[in-house]
């Protein structure tokens, strides 16, 4: 079979590898339909990220589960699935508390698409194994187009994660978000705005990020971060920038939590006596990946949100090569499945 390699900045190629098999009861192996990059792959394309190929790139797809093993209860045959970006083993106290982004059982930050992390594979490829699939797989809602939610695993509930609970607990908060990473900015702009916030504020320096930034209901600042941005008691920092960082962390509001997702890779002084005068919540992570999946998804599904203005491009996958060395906002990559849906439970 095939999967799509990541060589170099801006080169990237099929590489013939053994098919996976199931090794396990709780193993199913499935077939991606739908897959985008992540904005760590976009930096990784772009020569921004610490990662030197070869590797399997991707982990970010929807799929359909071809075989599944005789532990497996909850999915058969032909089920479209979300496949969660991370490796779990579903019984670890990390796992069952919430956090299998975590998990003890397997080698720290254990995932698909990344090198030095076990040899999991990536999601631009023919098929992968799911180890304990009841645990690590999501159904798609049905009637649910799979390339409008390629990316479910990771970038779209991320989005989730940073606002949604937040404007639950704080009800017409106000948000800011410092763009400029990829499409986890938007998402969050675009569920920020759907949850009730009284404003969101969006900043970046990309005119067609600001555009989409517009269109989910922010109002968009372009131009270089300044210092301050006003005060915000909800912030999302997914820029990429330390400058973006440094005005985020200055422009919280006192208790507020200001959220940080990946690309800073070098070490940022954080203006650590004002944040402590204000008392900020400062969380940088991977977010929590596979308990935000079905939530993410229902808020599509229900039509609450569409995050089709955040795909740059839909191709057959057999491009995969060509287009995501081309590292637009958010490419997906697309092919029919091959077995029929399977009659209702």
């Known amino acids: 079979m095939r999967e799509l390699v990541f060589l170099s900045p801006g080169k990237l190629e099929w590489r013939d590898v053994a098919e996976p ?26 020569g921004e990220a610490p990662f030197a190929g070869p590797f399997a790139i991707g982990h970010e797809c929807v799929a359909e589960v071809v075989e599944v ?4 209860t909850r999915f058969r045959r032909g089920d479209l699935v979300v496949v969660n970006w991370h490796i779990s083993c579903a019984h670890c106290d990390h796992c069952t508390g919430g956090r299998p982004n975590a998990c003890r059982s397997h080698p720290p930050g254990a995932m698909y698409g990344l090198p030095g992390l076990g040899d999991w594979g990536g999601t631009f490829s023919d098929l992968l194994r799911v180890v304990q699939a009841d645990f690590a797989l999501t159904p798609v809602p049905e009637g649910v ?5 390629a990316s479910a695993a990771d970038n779209l509930p991320f989005g989730w994660e940073f606002t949604v609970p ?19 900015a938007l998402y969050a702009v675009m569920f920020a705005s759907a949850a009730g916030a009284s404003r969101v504020q969006y900043h970046d320096t990309d005119r067609s990020r600001l555009v989409i930034a517009e269109s989910f209901g922010a109002h968009a600042v372009e131009g270089p971060p300044p210092r301050r941005a006003g005060e915000f008691p909800i912030i999302i920092d997914a820029s990429a920038d330390q400058a973006a960082l440094l005005c985020a962390l200055r422009s919280v509001a006192p208790e507020g939590i200001v959220s940080s997702v ?34 993410a998804l229902a808020w599509v599904a229900d039509g609450r949100v569409n995050p089709a203005p955040v795909i740059s491009c839909i191709a057959p996958f057999d491009e995969a090569p060509s287009v995501v060395a081309e590292a637009s906002l958010k490419p997906v990559l697309i092919r ?9 439970r």
Do not use: W
């Not at 098999?21 to 772009?46: F, K, N, S, Y």
């Not at 070490?267 to 650590?272: G, R, T």
């Open 145 to 149: 187009d799979p390339a409008l939610v």
């Open 69 to 72: 093993g005789e532990g497996v």
């Open 262 to 295: 990946g690309g800073h890779f070098g070490d940022v002084a954080l203006p650590l006596f004002e944040m402590y005068r204000r008392g900020v919540r400062f969380y940088t992570g991977r977010g929590r990946g596979g308990p935000n999946v079905a939530a």
């Open 336 to 344: 029919p499945r091959t077995m029929k849906t399977p009659p209702a």
């Open 166 to 184: 937040h404007l639950e607990q704080s009800p017409g908060a106000d948000v800011l978000v410092m763009g400029g990473c990829g499409s986890i």
């Open 21 to 46: 098999e199931l090794q396990q009861a709780g193993d199913a192996i499935v077939r991606p339909v739908a897959a985008t990059t992540c904005d760590l792959d976009r930096l990784i394309v772009r």
